[in-house]
């Protein structure tokens, strides 16, 4: 079954500095696709970041990269130069599948991030 | 505008009383999919659908029922066998990689 860990409730980062944002997970499937998503205090839910299973390279969106290591299966998510407006909770998400529209998709618990000034 | 609608905003559900949360998209997407966040945690698929007339269990989908009748339209009931339905609902739509979030239903118990 698919399972997505991520072990840090909750996380401090000064400004301007950069934060690692955990996440592994579980699935027996060899096509699979990660995600992640930021939700600030207002509740909606922002995408940041994606990964196909298949993908050689990490995935970078500006400030966001993901540090993708498929032998451990870990997503971990890099905020580089840390904004006060990057306090929210963060969700790794996981999709199996061949990346259509047919797939089931899971979230994980999520980490609160605090960013400090 | 493209995008997502959940209505209502607030909902409020009595004792025993079904009630169904609106999602509508114009996205044009075949997958729609519910979720259900908990203060503090992260979110648990209830139910999601692939095409019209088609849908799956998620997780965690005793107490809730769907209906997939137009691509448009994934409508969710909870009904009164869900005995904690108080919950912040969440409604997606997905063309293939990533999902669109609709701005959520918070659904309290009076």
């Known amino acids: 079954a698919q399972k997505i860990t991520q072990t840090q409730p909750g996380m401090f980062v000064q400004e301007k500095e950069a934060v690692t944002l955990d996440c592994t997970y579980d699935?027996?499937?060899?096509?699979?696709?990660l995600f992640w998503y930021k939700q600030p205090s207002s509740g909606e839910m922002i995408f940041l970041i994606y990964q196909g299973s298949y993908d050689e390279q990490n995935a970078t969106e500006g400030r966001y990269s993901l540090n993708f290591q498929k032998a451990r299966k870990s997503a971990n998510l890099v905020i580089s130069a840390s904004q006060l407006g990057d306090s929210a909770m963060y969700f790794c998400?996981?999709?199996?599948?061949?990346?259509?529209?047919?797939?089931?998709?899971?979230f994980g618990p999520g980490t609160s991030l605090s960013v400090i000034p | 505008d493209g995008g997502i609608t959940q209505s209502p905003k607030y909902l409020f559900r009595k004792e025993g009383q079904n009630v169904t949360l609106s999602c509508e998209q114009n996205l044009n997407h075949d997958a729609m999919y519910w979720y259900r966040q908990d203060p503090g945690q992260g979110l648990r698929l209830i139910y999601y659908?692939?095409?019209?007339?088609?849908?799956q269990k998620g997780d965690i989908a005793e107490g809730y029922s769907v209906s997939r009748e137009k691509k448009e339209s994934f409508p969710l009931t909870v009904t009164s066998a869900q005995k904690n339905p108080t919950a912040f609902y969440l409604c997606a739509s997905s063309p293939g990689q990533g999902l669109f979030f609709g701005s959520g239903t918070q659904l309290s118990v009076l």
């Open positions: 659908s692939q095409i019209v007339n088609d849908f």
């Open positions: 699935t027996s499937d060899q096509s699979y696709g």
């Open positions: 998400a996981m999709r199996e599948g061949r990346g259509t529209s047919y797939d089931k998709v899971i």
